[in-house]
């Protein structure tokens, strides 16, 4: 096995993986490309998120080394990751991080269990054994009730990390006709549909010419709110400038001609995510949050090849619970996105790594606590959930 770099470098023999070789791994070719020809690439996985785009993740941490990793198989590209190389303190060590990845081209794929097991053996080969580093992933919340890419990691010899204090994702099934779909919400977000639709909204597809409107929106809400913003908010110029079908699509919902609600959406892949949402003083009262999303799923259905629609968490709050709740309803899933997976073969590499973990998760508390001592209204108010990992 080899990584091929771009950019003038030369191949790079990988040691084997050694007697830890998961069961029934694909042996894979990974190759480095560049970050803009990785964000072609896998434009067209199925996996594509956007925390893995190299656009996204150049803003979002601008301070972290970025290396973009396909894998092939009899000359198929079948799956990459985007890996962000972390440098601890006095440079005791480097930790190799990659979120909601490696990502499946074709999630479908008979062959993809074992082509997951391929990439990670891949990794694991290249971050720990030959460059002595620990190795961190975090998959991506899966749809079915067992997250078997996660399971597949701790079988590998991955140890659980940190977890996020509120893991579970609403998903909504976008496969339904508007009949059933309908019928899926639950009765109250159902009600509040139905009151909506009878407050004089409109509903607006817009063009990427049209995000200063979705900022002045985003800006008011923030203002009004006073809420710290500790998002990814900053990163939506290089998405927005990014090619179909990596560019986010824009929606509004207008009252009486004036823009009330907005929401950007990245909808790439086998799954839409709702990226970021804006509304003013009129939207609430209104319910224009249910219309939009209403005529969202529609669109997604009618107009990409996704098969869900992923909004995101709580961030700790019941109201967005319910709301969200309501919204996945029966045809949907709850899921949580699961712990992070360590793993190391030297164990300095493993105790500076778990260690500067371990920090940040102390400073995360802090910060949320100090945010909720400036603004009472930032306080969560519904209790942290502890994710499982599957292993009994």
Avoid at 107 to 128: K, Q, S, W
Avoid at 129 to 149: V, Y
Avoid at 253 to 270: C, N, S, T
Wanted: aromatic content about 10%.
């Amino acid at each position: 096995m080899s990584i091929t770099a771009d950019l003038g470098l030369s191949s790079v023999d990988l040691p084997a993986a050694g007697p830890r070789l998961s069961d029934a791994a694909l042996a894979l070719v990974a190759r480095k490309v560049s970050g803009a020809e990785w964000d072609s690439i896998v434009s067209g996985f199925d996996a594509v998120c956007q925390e893995q785009l190299y656009a996204f993740a150049v803003r979002r941490w601008p301070g972290v080394a970025q290396e973009p990793v396909i894998f092939e198989h009899g000359g198929r590209i079948v799956g990459g990751a985007l890996m962000m190389i972390q440098s601890l303190p006095l440079g005791l060590a480097r930790i190799a991080v990659s979120k909601w990845a490696p990502m499946l081209a074709n999630v479908a794929d008979p062959a993809a269990a074992t082509i997951h097991r391929g990439m990670v053996d891949a990794l694991v080969a290249e971050y720990c054994q030959r460059r002595g580093m620990m190795l961190s992933i975090l998959p991506r919340a899966s749809t079915d009730p067992i997250n078997a890419e996660y399971v597949a990691l701790r079988e590998r010899g991955f140890q659980r990390g940190s977890s996020l204090l509120f893991p579970n994702r609403y998903i909504v099934n976008l496969r339904l006709d508007d009949e059933a779909q309908r019928k899926s919400f639950q009765q109250t977000w159902r009600r509040q549909l139905n009151k909506a639709e009878k407050s004089d909204l409109t509903f607006e597809h817009g063009g990427a010419e049209r995000i200063e409107d979705f900022k002045v929106l985003y800006t008011a809400m923030t203002d009004r709110k006073q809420f710290p913003d500790h998002s990814a908010y900053d990163t939506i110029d290089g998405l927005m400038a990014l090619d179909e079908p990596l560019r986010p699509e824009l929606f509004f919902v207008r009252h009486q001609g004036e823009l009330v609600a907005g929401a950007l959406i990245f909808k790439a892949g086998d799954r839409a995510v709702y990226l970021y949402g804006a509304t003013n003083d009129k939207a609430l009262p209104l319910r224009a949050g249910y219309f939009m999303h209403w005529h969202i799923i529609r669109w997604l259905r009618d107009n990409t090849r996704a098969h869900w629609y992923d909004l995101g968490g709580t961030d700790g709050f019941q109201g967005l619970h319910q709301f969200k709740k309501g919204m996945v309803g029966d045809a949907g899933v709850i899921r949580p996105v699961p712990p992070v997976a360590n793993y190391a073969t030297r164990p300095l590499a493993y105790l500076f790594g778990a260690g500067a973990f371990a920090a940040r998760d102390a400073l995360h508390a802090a910060r949320r606590k100090l945010d909720g001592w400036r603004n009472p209204k930032a306080r969560f108010d519904q209790e942290p959930h502890v994710t499982e990992d599957y292993l009994k």
